[in-house]
């Protein structure tokens, strides 16, 4: 249903595809960043999810460079699926939480490849101020350039409770400027925050009346050293069971205008740090049961949007 595909949401890869002739593979990159809720500047401990990580997948050690992560990582996708090309994405902590002369290097390093077609950087609302944005706007007319913002919720409440260290408002404003510049719009939101199926709904049909660009959906899980951890094995809260986030998740896309792109609907989390929920280890199973759900509904992304 959606960019040739039988899927009945737009998934991001096979719209990469369809927009550059060829599978784009994305390189993650650690370029060293810290983040604000971490080291005291707006608070300490971080979000209670957040591992030693920064939430990066850990493909490659930062102990190399950026160019030789991009470098590393062409190889090794070259050599594993014949990848021919690249999107540099700055995953690992606030990739916009520097001066905009040391990010312009930065940003510049990872760019050198001809293989690189796009650039996308995973930043927090509350790290971003005109001279940056500008900077990154300056990439768009020769690279596909993203920003993803972890939004996380659009429930203050919720925001307050997992120590975010930011509001709705927040993002709000990085969002109206981000989009005025002509930058693509990921952002990402985390199911199981302890909210109704209601609140969830509500952060799905905000996103859509900001007709983002795309979304990146995560699963709330627990991770070795975390204050979540902690929480969890002191019994003070519970995870959604694949069967409702699957749920969960079909209601969600419902709400979304078909043009959004779906950058993630489940993550396999680090294996080796994963304390809970044991279910989200299965990714592909995941998957599955969303497309399954989807057909035996006989429903699609945008089934509900206005």
């Known amino acids: 249903m959606f960019n040739g595909t039988d899927k009945r949401y737009n998934q991001y890869s096979a719209y990469l595809k369809k927009k550059f002739g060829a599978k784009v593979y994305k390189i993650t990159i650690d370029a060293g960043f810290s983040c604000p809720n971490r080291d005291g500047t707006i608070s300490r401990g971080g979000c209670i999810f957040c591992d030693e990580g920064g939430s990066f997948s850990q493909a490659h050690s930062n102990k190399l460079s950026v160019e030789g992560q991009i ?56 790290c971003v101020d005109e001279d940056k944005l500008k900077l990154i706007s300056s990439y768009k007319d020769d690279y596909y350039t993203w920003i993803e913002y972890g939004l996380q919720s659009v429930h203050n409440k919720t925001l307050a409770r997992i120590n975010r260290g930011h509001d709705y408002d927040c993002f709000l404003r990085a969002y109206e400027r981000t989009k005025e510049l002509g930058i693509n719009i990921c952002a990402h939101v985390i199911f199981g925050l302890w909210e109704t199926h209601d609140e969830i709904m509500q952060t799905a049909q905000e996103l859509a009346r900001l007709k983002v660009d795309g979304v990146k959906i995560h699963m709330l899980c627990a991770l070795e050293n975390t204050k979540l951890a902690k929480m969890y094995e002191d019994g003070e809260i519970s995870f959604m069971s694949e069967d409702e986030y699957v749920s969960t998740v079909c209601d969600f896309l419902e709400y979304l205008p078909p043009d959004t792109t779906i950058h993630r609907l489940a993550g396999n989390g680090l294996s080796r740090t994963l304390i809970a929920p044991q279910w989200l280890g299965a990714k592909f199973d995941c998957l599955n049961k969303i497309d399954r759900e989807l057909l035996r509904r006989n429903s699609y992304q945008g089934l509900k949007y206005q």
């Open 71 to 126: 470098e590393t990582g062409i190889q090794n996708l070259s050599q594993r699926f014949k990848a021919e090309k690249f999107m540099a994405y700055f995953q690992a902590y606030s990739n916009t939480y520097k001066p905009v002369s040391e990010l312009e290097k930065i940003y510049n390093s990872s760019l050198e490849n001809s293989k690189i077609v796009g650039i996308s950087i995973g930043t927090r609302p509350d």
